[in-house]
């Protein structure tokens, strides 16, 4: 066991974690934050991704013992997130939720890509989103979810005055 301490949505957290506990298993089973979910456990369907100091990572190959000091953000760390409202507002409006199961990381992994500012084109969205993977249905909802959320979010910026 080794001793953490980081913060994960905001709170600090100082837990003991076995050295081979991933950051998912950790998040889900420790601190009871279910929303970040497994499908393939080995970092090719991106279902887990949250953020780790802003960065997206992939939870199930990421240990927990190295998030030490670590601001961790996990799907239940956005609710007073403006760009991902928008972001859930879209996906809902396009049919982009589909099975649900891998929508966590899809839209983790859509507003790290708006805040890029590289959604241009529907081809560079679903080249970004290529380590986000769909096998239920197809990524027609999910691109135009993305392309919502990218003009509503331009539009909202350029309603913003300058301060
Ligand atoms: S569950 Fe982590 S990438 Fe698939
Ligand atoms: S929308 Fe989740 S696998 Fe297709």
């Known amino acids: 066991m080794t001793s953490i301490a980081l913060t994960v949505n905001g709170e600090q957290v100082a837990a003991d974690v ?4 991933t950051l998912a298993d950790f998040l889900r089973d420790q601190l009871n934050l279910t929303g970040t979910h497994l499908g393939c456990e080995h970092g090719v369907c991106g279902a887990c991704t ?10 199930c190959i990421t240990l927990a013992v190295a998030m030490g ?3 961790v953000r996990s799907i239940e760390g956005f609710e007073d997130d403006t760009a991902m409202g928008v972001i859930r507002q879209c996906f809902s409006k396009a049919h982009g939720l589909q099975c649900g199961f891998c929508t966590p990381g899809m839209v983790i992994t859509a507003r790290d890509m708006l805040a890029r500012g590289c959604c241009g084109s529907a081809a560079q969205i679903r080249t ?3 380590g986000n993977l769909c096998r239920c249905t197809g990524y027609g909802g999910i ?5 919502l959320a990218r003009d509503a979010l331009k539009e909202r910026a350029g309603n913003t005055p300058a301060s």
């Open 69 to 71: 000091g670590k601001a």
């Open 50 to 59: 949250v953020l780790v100091d802003d960065e997206p990572v992939r939870a």
């Open 128 to 130: 970004e989103l290529a």
């Open 143 to 147: 691109v135009k979810a993305i392309e």
């Open 18 to 21: 076995s050295d081979r506990m």
